[in-house]
């Protein structure tokens, strides 16, 4: 189970040590802080930051799932699909399956995302226009440190986002990747909500 793997989270002030401290002046709202600008946005707005990956992968993989013998949200699904195929043509999309596949399990199709400014355009339309099905959004990063079974597993549980429902992955399933040593705390067949 993915609550079992220690994970290792480097903090997120690295390189900020020597910033001087921020202000405490609160902006026009009276609830939010006034920052110090600096007149350079963040290099995130142009490209992943590490260890996302900006190369062939992309980003960021989305599922959307539907329950395949639901015959409102199998039809629904479809038609999104097909809706996302013809708004965002530059977008990677796949096959639309109609039976569970990989640690997936339920039917769905899958979006790559490649840039920051493709994620923030189709995350929020996502919201809007997922209707009844459920999203698992994770991230594909290239730490090459670390195993691959055991970066897919933090990839598809700790580092996901979800929108609707959250739906259990077989997470076993990466114990079958090359260099696994993801055998912590998962019985032959465990499933994961992430």
Do not use: C
Not at 182 to 187: D, E, F, I, N
């Amino acid at each position: 189970m993915a609550s079992s793997l220690r994970f290792d989270y480097p903090s997120p002030l690295a390189g900020y040590e020597d910033a001087p401290p921020l202000p405490e002046e609160r902006a026009e709202d009276g609830k939010s802080y006034r920052n110090p600008q600096t007149g350079i946005l963040s290099s995130a707005y142009d490209t992943f930051t590490e260890p996302l990956d900006n190369g062939r992968r992309g980003g960021f993989d989305v599922h959307i799932y539907y329950f395949q013998t639901n015959p409102e949200q199998s039809q629904y699904a479809r038609q999104l699909w097909e809706r996302i195929r013809r708004e965002f043509p530059e977008l990677r999309i796949y096959t639309f399956w109609d039976r569970p596949v990989g640690p997936h399990p339920v039917a769905m199709f899958e979006v790559n995302l490649f840039t920051p400014a493709q994620f923030g355009a189709f995350i929020p339309w996502l919201a809007v226009w997922r209707g009844p099905l459920s999203v698992l959004i994770h991230p594909n990063t290239t730490e090459t440190d670390v195993p691959e079974a055991e970066r897919e597993l933090r990839n598809h549980t700790q580092r996901a986002i979800w929108m609707g429902e959250r739906l259990s992955l077989d997470v076993a399933r990466f114990r079958a990747l090359p260099g696994s040593n993801v055998s912590q705390g998962a019985g032959s067949g465990e499933k994961a909500a992430s």
